[in-house]
């Protein structure tokens, strides 16, 4: 079954600790993304990867960090330097960067910072 | 860089009416319009595409527009089901280079009975 998938589904956090995020895919893209999704705001860009052990900066990085060890892996790590992380997070992949892919969505992950 | 803008932020239409969703982009290097569709609780989904070579493109009840001239793109939906209830954004970036894609800020559209 291929795929895209996040976890958990729902994550709780106390502030001040950092929390990471899982994503993983099997459909042997590239490409990976992350977005925040806040009411209102639409999907804001934190991070991208174009190939393993490289990765961009997005439009709203501040207070997150990635890695890129594995094609299939892209797990992202909010900081406690993220002054407003509750959200949802949405990971994303493709077969390469430029924008004629189709990016295929992850479920999403619903963190909660109190 | 790129900013996208979409309007309306939501949207409730009489089932069998039609709805248009509305986006304007700045950047003059975009020239691919995704649109994608997020029903509630699941992911987004692209649902139909048009790159900057053409004006209109349909797929059965949906179809985009685009003016490249003035910088806008809508989505039209005719027929309105209650399965096209849901949350869509559209998009712009660049068909053949590596670029990021600027989403706009979504429209939640809702389908009255």
């Known amino acids: 079954d291929g795929g895209i998938t996040q976890s958990p589904k729902y994550l709780f956090r106390k502030e001040g600790q950092n929390v990471t995020l899982s994503c993983e895919q099997n459909?042997?893209?590239?490409?990976m993304y992350w977005y925040r999704q806040d009411p209102g705001q639409g999907l804001r860009l934190i991070y991208y990867?174009?190939?393993?052990?490289?990765?961009q900066k997005g439009d709203i990085a501040e207070g997150y960090s990635v890695s890129r060890e594995k094609k299939e892996s892209f797990p992202l790590t909010v900081t406690s330097a993220q002054k407003n992380p509750t959200a949802f997070y949405l990971c994303a992949s493709s077969t390469g960067l430029a924008g004629r892919y189709e990016q295929y969505f992850g479920p999403g992950t619903r963190l909660t910072v109190t | 860089g790129e900013n996208v803008e979409q309007h309306p932020s939501t949207l409730s239409v009489q089932e069998g009416d039609s709805a248009v969703i509305k986006c304007t982009y700045s950047?003059?290097?975009?020239?691919?319009f995704p649109w994608y569709k997020q029903e509630l609780g699941k992911r987004p989904q692209l649902i139909i595409d048009i790159r900057s070579n053409v004006g209109e493109k349909k797929d059965q009840r949906i179809a985009v527009t685009l003016n490249k001239t003035a910088k806008h793109f809508s989505l039209h939906i005719t027929e309105t089901q209650p399965e096209d209830s849901a949350v869509y954004f559209c998009a712009a970036t660049q068909y053949s280079s590596a670029s990021k894609i600027i989403f706009g800020s979504g429209t939640r559209l809702s389908i009255r009975p």
């Open positions: 950047d003059s290097a975009s020239n691919y």
């Open positions: 459909l042997n893209h590239d490409a």
């Open positions: 990867s174009q190939i393993v052990n490289d990765f």
